[in-house]
Nanobody, 124 residues
């Protein structure tokens, strides 16, 4: 079983930046897909970005393109999401997730493991 632990959330003003981290543990294989999702209360959890753990095969939601960067450090088993030019509408709980293969990276049902989430709040 894979355990995922997110960190790095917080409060920031619009236009600011945050970098989220997600440490994966409990699994020996080094190659799988990892993604970031986000969720606002009362809304569906939506995909933000995904990556294969060899740092290839990146995907981004349209709202993330040009502002967010997803990366993975194999030595640290850590997934990152660098978020720049943050907007109030980016306010959400951000989750990392693991999939061993998917047809649609942005579909939450394709993921096997989830972290507990980290809150990101962007004020105007």
């Amino acid at each position: 079983e894979i355990h995922l632990a997110e960190s790095g959330g917080g409060s920031v003003q619009a236009g600011g930046s945050l970098k989220l981290s997600c440490v994966a543990s409990g699994y020996n294989a080094s190659r799988y897909y990892m993604s970031w999702f986000r969720q606002v209360p009362g809304e569906e959890r939506e995909g933000v970005a995904s990556i294969y753990t060899d740092n290839t095969r990146r995907n981004y939601a349209d709202f993330a393109k040009g502002r967010f960067i997803i990366s993975h450090d194999n030595a640290k088993n850590t997934l990152y999401l660098e978020m720049n030019s943050l907007r109030p509408e980016d306010t959400a709980v951000y989750y990392c997730a693991v999939s061993f293969g998917f047809r649609n990276w942005y579909s939450r049902i394709e993921y096997n493991y989830w972290g507990q989430g980290t809150q990101v709040t962007v004020s105007s």
